[in-house]
Each structure stands twice: as structure tokens, then as C-alpha cells.
């Protein structure tokens, strides 16, 4: 599966972004898709995650209430709606997919596996 993402760009601190990430080539059902971050000089931050084909999300703390991911299965795109955005959400933003062949890890579980990959897209707000 490849991976795109983009939608990043500079807003004011308080301003809304949408990441959007299409997946082209043949998705399994379990696969799960997430968003990670890296800001300079920072290790890179799993920010949140989604199954593809069943219920389930993962969302690190300091994002929790004001990020939302969700997904077209129809269009095979993943979506990271970010409101309230702070200074310190400014990274290059990437996302990622892995195949859970078992089906019973969770999310979060998994955050060090994740194999594809698309290229950054960068995500500035500025105060």
C-alpha cells in the first residue's frame, strides 16, 4: 500500500487543519492507519490511530479533545481534523499503515511496527 499525505500548512495558534492521507494498492482488513509527528530536534510522537475495517481509535493525551481521526473506507483516505491548534503541534506530520495479522493487537501496541509510509507534510502554528 502506498500512503500520501497532505493538507498541512501554517495557521495561528486556535486555527483548524485537516491531513488527509489516500492509500492506493489493496488495503486488508486488518490494517490500522495512523498519524505520527516530529518536530525538530524531537523524537517522533504517535499521535493517533485507526482501524480500518472495525471500530477502534487511539489518540496521544496532549491531542485528545481537539484532534479527530476518521476514515473513508469508500475513497481509502484517512483524515486528521486538528482544532484548537497550539504552537507546540507544529511538526512535519506523517502517516503510516501496518497489517495486524492478528487482529488482536491494539493500536497503541503497535506504534513501533508500522511499515508503509508516506511523506510529511508539514503542519506550522504559529502564536
Known amino acids: 500500500v502506498q500512503l500520501r499525505a497532505s493538507g498541512g500548512g501554517l495557521v495561528q495558534e486556535g486555527g483548524s487543519l485537516r491531513l488527509s492521507c489516500a492509500a492506493s494498492g489493496r488495503t486488508s482488513s486488518n490494517y490500522i492507519m495512523g498519524w505520527f509527528r516530529q518536530a525538530p530536534g524531537k523524537e517522533r510522537e504517535f499521535v493517533a490511530g485507526?482501524?480500518?475495517?472495525?471500530?477502534?481509535?487511539y489518540y496521544l493525551d496532549s491531542v485528545k479533545g481537539r484532534f479527530t481521526i476518521s476514515r473513508d473506507n469508500a475513497k481509502n483516505v484517512m483524515f486528521l481534523q486538528m482544532n484548537m491548534l497550539k504552537p507546540e503541534d507544529t511538526a512535519v506530520y506523517y502517516c503510516a499503515g501496518y497489517i495486524d495479522y492478528s487482529g488482536s493487537r491494539s493500536i497503541y501496541s503497535v506504534r513501533d511496527s508500522f511499515n508503509s509510509w508516506g511523506q510529511g507534510t508539514q503542519v506550522t502554528v504559529s502564536s
Open positions: 485507526i482501524r480500518w475495517s472495525r471500530p477502534g481509535v
